[in-house]
């Protein structure tokens, strides 16, 4: 017996090493031939089949009596047997599994990376490489795919042994990668690739993806920061608003609160004696050329019936129930000595730009807090409600202003205040705004900071805002032989405007929405269409207004829910008679974005963006001609802000208008390219215009915008009627619209 087992163990060493090698050598050379694991298979079957013959044919050759002076050699034997038996087996299995993946990789795995990369799935792609590589780390096509789909991204902090992970796009864990100093790590070639979590002093810090990490890190132990969001130190490429753009910005460690200031807190203020103690306040001050003390200046930051606080409040008291509401109708002032008093900050515009998660004015991000927050409303909402909110930031996004550290323009007489309010439209959360530090406005309020760094620069706080400026009145016109050459850049040739027209089903009872459609005017692979909203009351012909968007129309990507906007928000028209036609103007709502801000510029972009909305402002005017139902001698034009400014050119080159209601409108401070500068158009303009103001307007200017378009502004003064509110800025009320627009279009109709 003893015999037997030397022989078997002999059988199974042998078989061990020769078929490892053997299965070994396969598997390279059918790895490198791409030849199927049926073979392989085969191959495998027959060396277990031949294993087992061996073990057979030797045990019967060497079968004898068993000998007891052996027994413990035998069990000895038996065991080492065993284990080679099982190491055996686990070649088979081993060798088996490994030849049958490497079939899955080749039939299915492979292919479907093909295919994610090739719909341009970059993450899915990285994802699954990436866990492939570490088994198949000689796969050229593994590798290959691996390669493009990933890149390196670069990581750099002021401090080391801070514990780093990373949360790869699509995945549903963090992957800790290791403790800084870290150079580069790798993570899907994709914009949003990955988050980076490091953690330092038992706090995380998360951030979204970057091609490139610097982060600054405060030192020591941030205390009272259970109401605040902390904000790691970076450097920023490039932020901006519409019309202010920063770049290679480096940001110091800062905290910025949740919420903003309540009634309730601001109470507090004003009773520990607030408006009492000069040290809270940054007087004196110069603005311009005038120089403003505390004991003059206090007296006239009061409320009703002359008690010191906001000028929405009563008797030194804030609105019943609104205690926790934002506290509203600040200065500048007001807002910087509250800071103090609470021995901390307003934010500087960088802070507050970066905490935002404010990227520029298209971002989608945007568009997400946008349309939560309590814009185009009546009031405000609670200070720690979640609308509006980015970046764990509640309300960031309307509610109220924010007033910031920073003055703008070269005199700095005006102040930065961001994130619009409740009674402002959406896309002036993404606007630059500034205004006068003595204004007391609806709508101005505060958040505060902190700047974590214990050698804190006031560079960034005391940065000038630059203002883009020219005295336009100024500018020398050209004459009407070259404007004729000007303006024939929206003329286009004259033929049928094979419109289809169709009315939108299930629309609100007594009113009809319908959609036209028509080709454009110009080369496009789209259509100009546009929406038309009536009440079927009149069964005579409608008086026709037609409508240019607010800069809304640049930053929304959808018009579907245009027609019931529509009649919301023009109803005090259409039940007059009136119908309500709003054209999508090239470059606006569904259609293609070329060009994503309503700011001027000198570009050959913003040029053909300008002429293509003119030719189609036309050729919706042509089609509300060829309608029956329309009194076409009645066509009126309305717009507000965006469509107020543009009301520059179309009403130049369109005399088919019989009159105009705009709002707070003027002439934008920024060159474009010469023959479409607005300065000439608005000489020629002879339309009948109301155009309402508001003074405080932080967007267009009273000064810069609106004075020099009343002095240039064709139209004959008996037909231009201007009305200006010294206590409005951009947003007018809706009464106030209601009010005027019906009454001025009358005076001009043809009965």
């Known amino acids: 017996m003893q015999n037997s087992s030397n022989k078997i163990l002999q059988i199974l060493g042998g078989f061990i090493a020769f078929g490892f090698g053997l299965l070994q050598g396969i598997d390279w050379l059918f790895t490198k031939y791409e030849i199927g694991n049926f073979y392989f298979n085969i191959i495998l079957i027959l060396l277990l089949l031949g294993f087992i013959v061996s ?60 295919k994610w990369y090739d719909n341009n799935a970059i993450n899915l792609t990285f994802l699954e490489t990436r866990k492939l590589i570490e088994d198949y780390p000689n796969n050229e096509i593994i590798k290959n795919y691996y390669d493009k789909s990933s890149k390196y991204v670069y990581l750099k902090t002021n401090l080391k042994n801070i514990d780093v992970s990373v949360l790869y796009s699509r995945d549903s864990s963090y992957t800790y990668i290791g403790k800084t100093p870290i150079d580069s790590f790798v993570v899907a070639n994709t914009g949003e690739s990955h988050k980076l979590k490091m953690s330092f002093n038992g706090r995380d810090y998360v951030e979204n993806a970057k091609d490139y990490h610097k982060y600054i890190f405060p030192k020591n132990e941030i205390t009272n920061s259970e109401n605040f969001k902390v904000f790691l130190g970076t450097n920023v490429i490039r932020m901006w608003f519409q019309g202010v753009e920063f770049r290679d910005t480096e940001i110091e460690p800062f905290m910025i609160s949740k919420n903003e200031v309540s009634n309730v807190e601001y109470q507090k203020f004003i009773e520990d004696g607030g408006y009492e103690n000069p040290s809270y306040w940054d007087f004196p001050f110069q603005v311009g050329s005038k120089i403003l003390d505390f004991n003059s200046s206090i007296k006239s930051f009061t409320g009703k019936y002359g008690k010191s606080g906001p000028s929405n409040w009563s008797y030194g008291k804030h609105p019943a129930g609104l205690e926790n509401h934002p506290v509203t109708g600040l200065s500048w002032f007001e807002a910087r000595a509250y800071s103090r008093y609470k021995k901390l900050s307003l934010p500087n515009v960088y802070q507050w730009l970066y905490a935002s998660g404010e990227t520029g004015f298209s971002a989608s991000v945007n568009k997400k807090v946008r349309d939560n927050s309590n814009y185009d409303s009546s009031q405000t909402t609670l200070v720690d409600d979640s609308r509006g909110s980015s970046n764990g930031l509640n309300n960031i996004a309307g509610n109220v202003k924010e007033w910031v550290l920073n003055p703008n323009g070269i005199n700095q007489q005006r102040f930065s205040i961001l994130g619009g309010s409740f009674s402002e439209q959406p896309y002036t959360f993404n606007n630059y705004y500034s205004l006068s530090p003595m204004d007391r406005s609806i709508g101005n309020g505060i958040r505060l900071a902190k700047t974590l760094n214990e050698n804190h620069s006031s560079l960034l706080d005391d940065k000038i805002i630059p203002e883009y400026n020219r005295n336009i009145s100024e500018l020398s016109d050209v004459s009407d032989e070259v404007f004729d050459v000007y303006k024939s850049q929206f003329d286009y040739e004259n033929s049928p405007v094979n419109a289809i027209t169709t009315t939108i089903e299930n629309f609100q009872d007594g009113y009809t929405a319908q959609k036209f459609e028509m080709p454009t005017t110009y080369e496009s692979n789209e259509k100009l269409f546009g929406y038309i909203v009536y009440s079927n009351k009149f069964n005579d012909k409608y008086n026709p207004v037609i409508i ?93 802000s965006w469509g107020s400014t543009t009301s520059n050119y179309l009403l130049a080159i369109d005399d088919r208008v019989k009159a105009a209601f705009i709002l707070v409108g003027g002439l934008m401070m920024q060159k474009s390219k010469k023959e479409i500068e607005a300065h000439y158009y608005v000489r020629r303009i002879k ?37 200006v509110y010294d206590e409005l800025g951009h947003g007018i009320p809706r009464d106030t619209i209601i009010k005027y627009q019906a009454n001025w279009y009358k005076q001009f109709s043809v009965k």
């Open 55 to 114: 073990i057979a044919v030797t045990f019967k050759k060497n079968r004898s009596v068993n000998n007891t002076t052996h027994k413990q050699i035998s069990k000895i034997k038996f065991a080492v047997g065993t284990i080679l038996s099982m190491i055996l087996v686990f070649l088979f299995i081993y060798f088996f599994k490994k030849i049958n993946d490497s079939d899955s990789l080749i039939n299915e795995k492979i292919p479907q990376i093909i």
């Open 548 to 640: 240019h968007p607010t800069a809304g129309g640049i930053i929304q990507d959808e018009d579907s829910g245009l027609p019931q906007n529509l009649l919301i928000t023009h109803k005090h028209l259409i039940d007059e008679g009136y119908a309500v036609i709003h054209p999508i103007y090239n470059n606006t709502f569904s259609r293609v974005k070329n060009y994503d801000t309503f700011w001027p510029d000198e570009s050959e972009t913003y040029k053909n963006t300008i002429i293509k909305i003119g030719k189609d402002f036309k050729r919706s005017i042509d089609y509300i001609e060829s309608r029956n139902d329309f009194k076409f001698e009645n066509l009126f034009y309305y717009g507000y």
């Open 687 to 723: 339309t009948p215009i109301f155009h309402i103001i508001g003074k405080q307007d932080g967007i267009f200017g009273y000064k810069e915008s609106y004075l020099p378009w009343k002095e240039l502004i064709g139209t004959p003064k008996e037909n231009l009627k201007v009305i």
